[in-house]
């Protein structure tokens, strides 16, 4: 359950990440020090709106929770289903993945001289309180699949750009391409700004 008063958790977060875009552009040092603050946030899993944590039956659901005024960075919460998974697809921009419920795997992949679409490693498991990156410089190709058949779980992922309004693509094993725009699960945004609801000490 999230209780309200704990609202300056993503408020925070929101707060820190913004100036952390402010001080810095290269992206190395953005992920490297984006990568703490997200993991600072999802130590504690008591702050997202319940709202925002509902899986479908159908679908794993990507609610967001913030897009940056000057869409430097949008903040998603996906919720997977028991055995949901996304298809293999590309983000055009870098991106955090924090585990905060569950666990969820990422099998990368690389094109090979024919194009068509070879699994680098076996895929990797995200425990909860870990943090990993995508971005178009190393590693952009990918796909996601909640590591329980049983059990929702929930990652809090972190991009470059309103990552909803990108338009990418995702990929059959032999390398076809689909441009495709992800869009969000939902219409309205959590009100983070009531501190009326908040510990006068936060
Ligand atoms: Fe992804």
């Known amino acids: 359950m999230s209780n309200p008063a704990l609202n300056y958790r993503l408020r925070q977060f929101i707060t820190d ?3 952390l875009l402010t001080k810095e552009s290269a992206e190395p040092i953005v ?3 984006g990568s703490q603050l997200l993991k600072q946030l999802i130590e504690h899993d008591d702050w997202l709106p319940d709202a925002f944590a509902q899986p479908h039956p159908d679908r794993y ?3 967001l929770l913030h897009v940056d005024s000057a869409q430097r960075f949008s903040i998603v919460s996906f ?5 949901q998974k996304t298809p293999i ?8 993945i924090g585990m905060l419920r569950g666990s969820e795997l990422s099998q990368h992949y690389q094109r090979s001289v024919n194009q068509s679409l070879i699994p680098i490693g076996p895929a990797h498991q995200l425990q909860v309180g870990q943090v990993e990156t995508v971005s178009p410089s190393t590693q952009d190709i990918h796909q996601v699949s909640n590591a329980y058949s049983d ?3 929930i990652s809090i992922h972190v991009y470059g750009a309103n990552i909803g309004a990108v338009k990418r693509a995702t990929y059959q094993p032999d ?9 969000y699960s939902n219409t309205l945004l959590p009100n983070i700004w009531d501190l009326s ?6």
């Open 17 to 19: 990440f913004a100036e």
């Open 31 to 33: 992920l490297e020090q």
């Open 61 to 63: 659901q990507q609610y």
């Open 79 to 83: 919720v997977w289903g028991a055995g």
């Open 89 to 96: 697809h590309d983000h055009r921009t870098w991106g955090l």
């Open 151 to 153: 059990q929702t779980s």
């Open 175 to 183: 390398g076809t391409e689909k441009s495709f725009i992800s869009g």
């Open 197 to 202: 609801k908040e510990p006068a000490t936060s």
